[in-house]
């Protein structure tokens, strides 16, 4: 049962690096997310899809970009890494809220990403 | 401004104990509310969900209460044990549609023998 699956897991950056995340998932889920989490903080939503080719900002997305080309695949774009944006990132998924609003997110296991 | 509160921080208790954590919100409109589990350097897991009718529940060691009319729920363990150390998280669903999700900065739980 592989369920979320986030790549890679650990990444240090230099600042002006680029990178992509990859979170796949095999629950033919309609919707995903990507969350940063920080110490201190709650999880904050950077961007999130609804569905294959939709995509939409979250409450942080400022220097991230996403696409969702395929179902299962969701990736996170950083075009240009700031210290700003270490942290550790969550990719998570679940069917759509529209349908059930008791739905439950399933998180992959994360990516600790320092940009230094 | 909705917002999801827990405390406290941090705690630490010895293994077989029972300790209770609070969560306190103002998401409006309510839809539910969510405990997860983190372990350390993993994902969050759903220990259990509380929508707007339940009051309390159950998942083996865990029993979660709901109070809406206050606003507040509370996360108890029951013979805590050496696994249950990890970050508990509060997670309210609602607002407009129900379509706010917010989380809270969790308490980080330390089970000692």
């Known amino acids: 049962n592989a369920g979320v699956t986030q790549t890679p897991k650990f990444r240090v950056l230099k600042t002006g690096q680029s990178m992509t995340l990859l979170c796949a998932q095999d629950?033919?889920?309609?919707?995903m997310y990507w969350y940063r989490q920080d110490p201190g903080m709650g999880l904050r939503l950077i961007h999130y899809s609804v569905g294959e080719g939709t995509t939409a900002k979250g409450e942080v997305p400022d220097g991230y970009n996403v696409s969702r080309l395929k179902k299962q695949n969701f990736l996170l774009g950083l075009e240009s890494a700031a210290p700003s944006q270490t942290s550790v990132y969550f990719c998570?998924?679940?069917?759509?809220?529209?349908?059930?609003?008791?739905?439950?997110?399933?998180f992959g296991q994360g990516t600790r990403l320092t940009v230094v | 401004k909705n917002q999801v509160e827990q405390s406290p921080q941090s705690l630490i208790i010895l293994e077989g104990k029972n300790c209770t954590l609070q969560c306190n919100y103002t998401v409006s409109p309510f839809s539910n509310l969510r405990w997860y589990k983190q372990d350390t350097g993993r994902g969050p897991v759903s220990l259990t969900i509380?929508?707007?009718?339940?009051n309390t529940k159950s998942n083996g060691r865990y029993t979660a209460t709901l109070d809406a009319d206050t606003k507040q729920s509370s996360l108890h363990i029951t013979a805590s044990q050496l696994s249950d150390s990890a970050s508990y998280i509060c997670v309210v669903r609602g607002g407009t549609g129900g379509f706010k999700t917010i989380f809270g900065a969790g308490t980080r739980l330390f089970v000692k023998a």
């Open positions: 629950m033919n889920h309609e919707y």
């Open positions: 509380m929508t707007f009718s339940e």
């Open positions: 998570a998924s679940s069917y759509s809220t529209r349908r059930d609003l008791n739905t439950e997110a399933f």
